[in-house]
């Protein structure tokens, strides 16, 4: 037997409703998830929570593809949500595509 | 095919550089790393506590084996080089392991300088650099009861201490009359010499080593003055001697050292060398701080980025003798060009000496009481004129700062490891100790990241550089010339000065002008190059939006469950009850969690969603109050007392004042944030002499106050002068503000900066310089033009609108 995992892509936006090196926010029913613009044009997406004191990591400062908590200044991997040596935490990652200029959010 | 790089010397310098590389090049090279030792790399520093027994080899490993593996190096340890070719590119080993490179690296080391006398080939002598060393000395220590160690320096008295601790009898023998003459002048010798003596040392001082007596092991040494100690164990421990033999024979220039220019290559273009074996600018360095420069710079140019240069270092020293509290840098002995400043406390045990050159440290050296060695260091290679805070130098920055946290627990040896260093973060001294030797730190940045000590408020700093020391014997905090951050070379001042000299006017023309490493910058630089932009070009620069932290990008200011506070700006503190009404109206209104008085004469609604901000500013702005600015680096309150109008001592209208340069100088941007307060009378209730700029109104007229700190280190102000009249005021007021702003590093506050910079300069800026006084007036005026505008206001208008909603709701 084999389990069927189903999918939902939901168009929360476009692209240019986020500045880039920016983030915006999409509430959801049970989380709230960061989506993130780098300055390449690639998005990302993560729960908004920092792995260290649940820190909203939408308001902090991007570069390249890493987030800076604007709490306690942890840096986040936007590719996974890991924590950046040394300090250690994961938090939730979604995925999210761009066709053409939307932006599609798997929850 | 990657290019292959080959290290010679799995030591400290070599591995550093190593993994400095990969830190900017992880794939560059093919790498291969050969080590006599049949070990992974080490920290050498910590042999001593090893032989104290006080650490395990393994708790001293830096890399391990796995290290190399997870980095695909090749290691082949226990495997000396014995020939470079440098026709064929290649080193061989002697057992005949060849390996090729298209770059080498070179960092042998040094090697223990044996006195060549006759015996000193026996059984039982031996030198202190290795580990091996270190197990033989134990193994004797168990069999054998007598010591001698021939050598009274740094690693002398080391040896000795741990030789003591396995339970022998030590002599030291030093041919000197002073213990540690190079670090230390005669007065500090003679008290470390009667520290250890109480320890338990011997000593035998001025004293010639002629031979080593005995037939297969040793049994004696004898003196110049045909005397006789017995020993079954001798350490020489006079010194080391670059290790060139490698290098010369394979024909590279050498002259105490393996010759290197600035960029750390040797004379032969593919070979770069660094660490003890190098000679650089005439000098051969024997401590790890500067290796560890060298590293840097070294990996740099084998990243081929080619803009890191090494121009030498200055060091400092510490004694790591559990319970010896000593310090040295720079010249302490002096000349006819010096003066010195000297305390004295025998009975107390506290020797203190500064050698001073044209109003600068040259040099230091502190016994019994090392408190404040970082400090004088720091003066020392920043080149600080000291001739304003002379008559307080000697006794510390605390008598100069004090600081808040720590309940002023100073003395990081004579702490207990379950001690708090870190009151924000609860760190104890163990944890910092334990991370320092566990995890292979040496600086206080690197504590910092690993165990948040000193990470936050900062005001533990000194007390963690103190337990680095304690534990690594030396300094090892960053140069003077520290860059900006990770993401390039180039300091504060030299990106202040090349956005000025090139007009640049956005963070992409910075980056791309001064080669930033990073294509976006960081969290640290993109907010400070922000700053430097707009005071620069307060009319012409772009202000990015996306480089500012949070608070700044929305005008509130952030709390720990991502909601904010929200400050409105109260003139001078008085208020009405107009502006109350509508205060608590918004409270209501918008249903915040708390409302506060601040400890700046304000009111702070706290808990306000960050959806809600801009109706609540709406609310706010139409009833005619604007931003506070709390959350700014900008500035923040203008702090009165009630003064003439109301006070029986009153001098003069403080509170009129104080209103009056709230009013010409809020939503001005600072490198930090900037407080003002004005008092009616000395009794100074305003407390204007813990701000940025204060105002104590006199009869005859207004003292001027700058440079005050109430924060993490509490520094009173310095007074600027006296003026007449309000006009006066106004003026040396904003002068001073726009000459802060111009010259001070972002994130330095005003107090930091005067002690920096020095008061004279200032009072010569500001005070005598009267045409220059006027012009920086003018420029703050002309910026304020352009900057005085309430953020609120036009955010409640709609401006920057997608900061403050959500891009969607899912399942509403
Ligand atoms: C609200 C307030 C506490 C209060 O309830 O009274 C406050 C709150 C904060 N202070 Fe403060 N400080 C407040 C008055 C002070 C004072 C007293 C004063 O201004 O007279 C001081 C000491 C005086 C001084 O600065 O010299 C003070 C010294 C600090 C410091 C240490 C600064 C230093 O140079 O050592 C920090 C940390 C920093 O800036 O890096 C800080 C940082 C903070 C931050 C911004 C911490 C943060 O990053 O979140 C707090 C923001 C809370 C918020 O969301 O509003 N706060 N803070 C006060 C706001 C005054 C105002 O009306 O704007
Ligand atoms: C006991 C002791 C205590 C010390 N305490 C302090 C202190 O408190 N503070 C401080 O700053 N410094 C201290 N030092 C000095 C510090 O350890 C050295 O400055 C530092 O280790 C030098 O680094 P390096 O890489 O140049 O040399 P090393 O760390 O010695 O590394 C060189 C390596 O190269 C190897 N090698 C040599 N020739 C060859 C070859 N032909 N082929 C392969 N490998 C080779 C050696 O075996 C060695 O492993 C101390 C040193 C000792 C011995
Ligand atoms: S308001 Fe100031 S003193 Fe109080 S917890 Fe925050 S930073 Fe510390
Ligand atoms: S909550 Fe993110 S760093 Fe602390």
Redesign the interface.
């Given at each position: 037997m084999s389990a069927v995992m189903t999918e939902t892509w939901v168009e929360v936006g476009s692209l240019s409703d986020i500045p880039r090196l920016g983030s915006r926010v999409v509430k959801t029913q049970d989380d709230e998830v960061a989506i993130f613009r780098a300055a390449d044009d690639t998005v990302f997406a993560l729960s908004n929570r920092c792995p260290h004191k649940q820190g909203p990591l939408s308001e902090g400062i991007l570069h390249g593809h890493r987030v800076t908590c604007p709490l306690h200044n942890w840096v986040i991997e936007l590719e996974n949500g890991e924590a950046v040596a040394p300090d250690v935490g994961c938090t939730r990652s979604y995925s999210v595509r761009l066709e053409g200029e939307q932006i599609l959010l798997s929850v | 095919m990657k290019e292959r790089l080959v290290l010679i010397g799995n030591g400290m310098a070599g591995v550093r550089a190593l993994e400095e590389l990969l830190k900017l090049e992880p794939n560059k090279y093919d790498i291969t790393v050969f080590g006599s030792e049949p070990h992974p790399n080490y920290n050498r520093i910590l042999l001593s506590p090893v032989l104290a027994g006080e650490k395990k080899f393994d708790e001293i490993i830096l890399n391990k084996r796995e290290w190399y593996t997870k980095n695909n190096i090749t290691l082949h340890a226990g495997s000396p080089v014995v020939e470079i070719n440098r026709v064929k590119r290649k080193v061989i080993t002697s057992d005949g392991t060849e390996a090729e490179y298209d770059r080498l690296l070179m960092a042998t080391g040094s090697d223990p300088f044996i006195i060549p006398v006759p015996g000193a080939e026996l059984d039982g002598v031996i030198s202190f650099r290795d580990i091996h060393d270190v197990e033989q000395m134990l193994i004797a220590s168990k069999k054998y009861k007598n010591a001698v160690v021939i050598g009274g320096g740094l690693l002398g008295l080391e040896a000795a201490n741990g030789l003591i601790k396995q339970g022998m009898e030590v002599s030291v023998v030093h041919l000197m009359d002073t213990l540690m003459e190079r670090q230390l002048d005669e007065a500090a010798g003679a008290m470390l010499k009667r520290s250890l003596e109480e320890n338990g040392m011997n000593f035998m001082m001025g004293a010639q080593t002629e031979s080593i007596l005995g037939e297969k092991r040793v049994e004696g040494v004898r003196f110049a003055d045909g005397s006789i100690v017995k020993a079954d164990l001798v350490v020489m421990a006079v010194g080391i001697r670059p290790n060139i033999d490698l290098a010369k024979k394979a024909g590279l220039y050498c002259e105490r050292g393996v010759v290197v220019n600035d960029t750390m290559q040797t004379y032969d273009p593919r070979i770069y060398a660094l660490g003890e074996c190098v000679q650089h600018r005439e000098t051969c360095y024997g401590l790890v701080a500067p290796l560890f420069e060298q590293a840097k710079v070294c990996a740099n140019h084998l990243a081929e980025l080619g803009y890191g240069r090494y121009e030498g270092s200055v060091t400092s020293t510490k004694l790591k003798v559990t319970g010896i509290d000593l310090f040295s840098a720079g010249d302490f002995h002096g000349d006819d060009t010096t003066e010195e400043i000297v305390f004295q406390d025998l009975a107390g045990g506290t020797y203190k000496k500064l050698v001073i050159k044209d109003n600068r440290i040259s040099g230091a050296v502190l016994y019994g009481n090392t408190v404040d060695g970082a400090w004088y260091f720091q003066l020392m290679r920043e080149g600080t004129n000291i001739s304003d805070m002379r008559e307080s130098l000697l006794f510390g920055q605390s008598a100069h700062l004090g600081s808040s946290g720590h309940g002023g627990e100073t003395q990081a040896s004579a702490m207990s490891d379950a001690a708090q260093v870190c009151d924000c973060n609860g760190v104890c001294k163990g944890d910092i100790v334990k991370a320092i030797t566990s995890e292979g730190l040496f600086t206080v940045d690197e504590v910092k990241?690993?165990t948040k000590a000193g990470?936050?408020c900062g005001s533990c700093v000194g007390l963690v550089e103190q337990i680095l020391a304690n534990t690594l014997g030396g300094d090892y905090s960053a140069p003077e010339a520290k860059p900006l951050c990770a993401c390039t070379e180039f300091t504060h001042d030299q990106v202040r000065s090349t956005i000025r000299e090139y007009e640049l006017t956005d963070k992409q023309g910075v980056f791309d002008k001064m080669d930033w490493r990073?294509?976006?910058?960081?969290?640290i630089c993109?907010?400070a190059i922000n700053y430097y932009l707009i005071s620069a070009w307060p009319d012409k620069a772009i202000d990015d939006?996306?480089?500012r932290?949070?608070n700044e990008r929305?005008h509130g200011n952030?709390q720990?469950d991502?909601t904010f506070s929200v400050i409105p700006r109260i003139l001078g503190g008085r208020t009405t009850p107009h502006e109350l009404r509508t205060i608590a109206e918004a409270a209501e209104k918008f249903d915040v969690g708390e409302v506060h008085f601040t400890g700046g004469q304000r009111i702070n609604m706290l808990g306000v969603k960050k959806e809600d901000l801009p109706a609540m500013w709406a609310f706010l702005t139409d009833r005619g109050m604007v931003s506070g600015h709390a959350y700014g680096k900008a500035l923040r309150t203008v702090k009165t007392c009630v003064g003439s109008t109301w006070c029986r001592f009153g001098t003069q209208d403080s509170t009129g004042l104080g209103m009056k340069l709230e009013e010409a100088t809020w939503a001005s941007w600072m490198p930090h944030k900037f407080k003002m307060a004005v008092s009616g009378c000395p009794r100074n209730c305003a407390e204007a002499t813990i701000k940025d700029f204060g105002v104590v109104c006199v009869d005859s007229g207004y003292e001027l106050h700058i440079g005050g700190n109430g924060g993490v280190k509490v520094r009173a102000t310095d007074v600027l002068c006296r003026v007449e009249t309000e006009d006066e005021v106004m003026e040396h007021c904003m002068a001073f503000i726009q000459l802060y702003r111009e010259e001070a590093r972002y994130l330095e506050r005003t107090a930091p900066w005067v002690e920096r910079i020095g008061l004279s300069y200032i009072k010569q800026r500001i005070r005598e310089d009267v045409p220059g006084r006027k012009a920086l007036y003018r420029r703050f005026i002309d910026s304020q033009e352009v900057a005085q505008h309430d953020p609120w206001t036009s955010r409640a208008k709609g401006a920057e609108a997608?900061e403050f909603v959500?891009?969607?709701?899912?399942?509403?």
């Open positions: - | 990241s690993h990470a936050s990073t294509p976006d910058g960081c969290h993109r907010p939006a996306q480089s932290f949070i929305v952030i720990k991502g997608h959500p891009l969607k709701k899912i399942g509403e």
